[in-house]
């Protein structure tokens, strides 16, 4: 094949040429090689030849002819005989180097048939395209390049001495094989622009094909020269590009938006068909003109100042007022390109104006919608909130906002749960995200919950989380509401302390009554009592036989029944619910006889009280019941109180004393327990007790009635040992001296 292809490429060439060619073809490069190795041997050969020669002609002389003996030949020949064997000798040897001529001229020529044969081949399989020849006859392959070997997806072994029907479909093959026959009958080259082949392992491409004849010595076509380009690549650009201009003009043509195409002069070059049909105009009264004449005044003078800075950066975005044929002006929202051309310069321009007349009449309406809803929104009492599904806060009222003294920046992005509000405690932030969970499930959750405010203050509100869900029902936001019910809280707290209080007067009212019944029922005997002690006096008297000692006894028996009713009145008298008048009273008495309703307390319980009467006759107006019912409490608090410490030498002291501005100042001391260091901030509010059995209400109603005689009830912060209370009441003047 290669030894064709070389000797078809060589025609029209002379003959010395051609006799190379030849050469070459015969003498391949591994019988060159041999030939080279043994070209200094001949000249041996011819002296072997030559001496074989004389040898013989010397034996057939001697055996054949019988002219002499062999040793006389050899050593003595006759003349002619010597001349004739050296004249064949020298033939043999010139005959040799003759041969070793030629041979060396041989290799020489090989050499650079060789050397022009590889040549040949790499300028063939490097050049881009595919070569191919077939012959002339039968059209069979004899030559094809490493780039049709790629292209076709076949070896040249697999092709050499085939033609096109061996590899392709007949159709392919058919037109081929015509087009061949044509360029050969021709004698012409024939180009052939598209043809489509289907290789072996690229499936079908599309070539640019280029045929030419190659002839022989004679004139005649020997040789079918084929040149391929792979023109599948291009050709598929071509269709995209043309697609793409295709889909670009329709783009440009069904674009919603006004599009113009100017020069830098901002002449109209190009105009979509949107900006024909909406502006009235046609496209010959917009082609040619400048686009500054559509624009209002107001528009034109803008766009002449923003002209130059377009043609110098290549983009610019503005908004403008197009006036449409009819009047109309149509507010425009206006992006402009460079288009470069092949140089870069900025031969053109594209410039897109968008109709926002509606948009902007929708974004103002949506404006004053969304200052309507800011107004509602940051105005209501209510805590309101957004939140993404994850907690995360989207917006938040001022309400709420102002209730926390946080600003807007300090709480939005932030996780709902890490918002000072929350952060009274690490179970109500654990709550808060439960609830969360729940909501971004799609669940509404109401609780009440203790949050901070301003400076620390804690409100309880009513806090509810709503899902808010699209139509998939996924939950999409969480709005969360609040409602701060702290004075709602407090009211029912105190509606709850009144009617608690109501049922501790109603107990003591009834406590009261049965008193007063008890009283009644005692004062009786105890009449009896007294009324049996002064007959057994009378008897003594009658009797002076009788010990002194028994009317010493009944002398005392009759005291303590005197005594004992005076306690009973008393008792009758603080439990009397008609004792509701106030009365000028003297302080000092007034301590005197609340404490004598405790004898049998303060010796039950090993105390000690002591009185400092200081008040120097001062009179208060009061309601007597309700006074000593506030002494009483508080003797009584001292009295548990030192109980409780488990002191053996438990004392009381009440000292009163009077005051600048007309007060008159009452205080019981104890060496008690103290108050509790978690009670001083709550131990006037009602229901607030550490003792087993108390009812938290006795210091609330102590200081209720204090103050509603003008006066105040209060305990000592700063005493260490033991407990200090101490109340004032207003002077109404002093007691008269007899």
């Known amino acids: 094949m290669q030894r064709v292809g070389a000797r078809g490429l060589q025609t029209r060439r002379n003959s010395s040429r051609q006799k190379s060619t030849l050469m070459t073809d015969t003498v391949r490069p591994a019988t060159l090689g041999k030939h080279l190795s043994t070209t200094p041997s001949l000249l041996w050969m011819g002296v072997l030849f030559g001496v074989l020669f004389y040898i ?110 061996d590899f392709f479909p007949r159709d392919q093959a058919d037109f081929f094989t015509r087009k061949d026959r044509e360029v050969l009958e021709s004698g012409f080259m024939l180009s052939i622009p598209e043809e489509e082949i289907d290789t072996r392992l690229q499936g079908k491409r599309v070539l640019h094909t280029r045929k030419v004849p190659i002839p022989d010595d004679t004139g005649r076509s020997a040789y079918l020269l084929g040149i391929s380009d792979d023109i599948t690549e291009i050709k598929q650009a ?71 800075l377009l043609k110098e950066r290549g983009y610019l975005r503005v908004d403008n007022d197009f006036v449409c044929r009819s009047g109309r002006v149509i507010q425009m929202q206006c992006s402009a390109t460079a288009v470069p051309d092949k140089t870069g310069n900025f031969a053109s321009f594209l410039m897109i104006q968008r109709d926002v007349t509606e948009e902007r009449a929708v974004v103002s309406a949506l404006a004053d919608s969304e200052r309507r809803f800011r107004a509602i929104f940051n105005s209501t009492f209510q805590f309101i909130g957004l939140l993404d599904p994850e907690g995360i806060v989207l917006e938040v009222n001022e309400t709420a906002l102002d209730f926390g003294g946080f600003a807007l920046d300090d709480v939005i992005g932030r996780p709902f749960w890490e918002i000072p509000w929350w952060t009274t405690a690490t179970e109500v932030q654990q709550c808060l995200r439960d609830a969360l969970a729940q909501a971004s499930r799609g669940k509404l959750v109401r609780n009440e919950l203790t ?53 501790h007067i109603t107990r003591l009212s009834t406590l009261g009554e049965m008193a007063t019944g008890i009283a009644h029922e005692l004062n009786q005997p105890l009449t009896a009592i007294s009324s049996y002690c002064e007959s057994a006096l009378a008897m003594q008297k009658m009797n002076p036989q009788l010990p002194e000692s028994l009317a010493e006894i009944i002398r005392r028996t009759t005291k303590q029944s005197h005594r004992a009713a005076a306690i009973i009145r008393q008792l009758r008298d603080f439990t009397d619910k008609r004792q509701n008048t106030m009365d000028v009273l003297d302080i000092d008495e007034l301590v005197q006889k609340s404490i004598r309703l405790l004898d ?76 509790a260091a978690d009670m001083k901030d709550c131990l006037f509010d009602s229901f607030q007790s550490k003792k087993p059995n108390g009812t938290g209400l006795g210091l609330s109603v102590s200081r209720s009635i204090i103050e509603s005689h003008g006066g105040k009830l209060w305990f000592d912060r700063e005493q260490l040992n033991g407990a200090v209370f101490c109340f004032t009441l207003p002077l109404q003047g002093e007691k008269q001296r007899p």
């Open 451 to 503: 949050v901070h405010g301003r400076n620390g203050k804690l409100a309880t509100i009513d806090f509810s989380l709503k899902p808010v869900v699209n139509e998939q029902g996924e939950t999409i936001l969480i709005i969360p509401e609040g409602r701060d019910i702290t004075d709602i809280k407090r009211a029912q707290d105190e509606l709850q302390q009144r009617q608690q209080e109501l049922a």
């Open 238 to 308: 071509e269709a995209a590009l043309q697609e793409t201009e295709i889909r670009l003009q329709t783009l440009f043509d069904a674009a919603a938006e006004f599009i113009f195409l100017i020069d830098p002069d901002g002449i109209i070059q190009m105009v979509n068909r949107q900006a024909v049909e909406q502006s009235g105009y046609t496209e010959e009264e917009l082609t040619g003109n400048n686009i500054k004449d559509f624009f209002t005044e107001k528009a034109r003078h803008t766009c002449e100042g923003n002209f130059p």
């Open 56 to 165: 013989i002609d010397v034996l057939i002389d001697v055996y054949l002819f019988q002219q002499g003996k062999l040793v006389d030949q050899l050593t003595n020949p006759d003349h002619h005989e010597v001349f004739m064997r050296a004249s064949i000798f020298c033939l043999c040897v010139a005959f040799a180097a003759y041969a070793s001529i030629l041979l060396r001229r041989a290799q020489t020529d090989a050499r650079r048939a060789q050397t022009a044969e590889k040549f040949l081949n790499s300028v063939v399989d490097n050049i881009p395209s595919m070569i191919f020849i077939k012959d002339a006859g039968e059209l069979r392959f004899v030559r094809v390049n490493a780039i049709g070997e790629k292209l076709l997806g076949m070896s040249m072994s697999e092709l050499i001495g085939k033609n096109d029907y």
């Open 600 to 675: 049998w307390e303060l010796r039950d319980n090993d105390t000690t009280i002591e009185t400092h009467p200081g008040a120097g006759g001062g009179m208060i107006l009061a309601n007597k019941v309700q006074i000593e019912q506030v002494l009483v409490n508080l003797v009584i608090n001292s009295i548990e109180a030192i109980r409780e410490s488990g002191r053996t030498d438990g004392r009381i002291s009440i000292h009163s004393k009077r005051l600048p501005n007309d007060l008159v100042e009452i205080c019981v001391a104890d060496n008690g327990t103290g108050v």
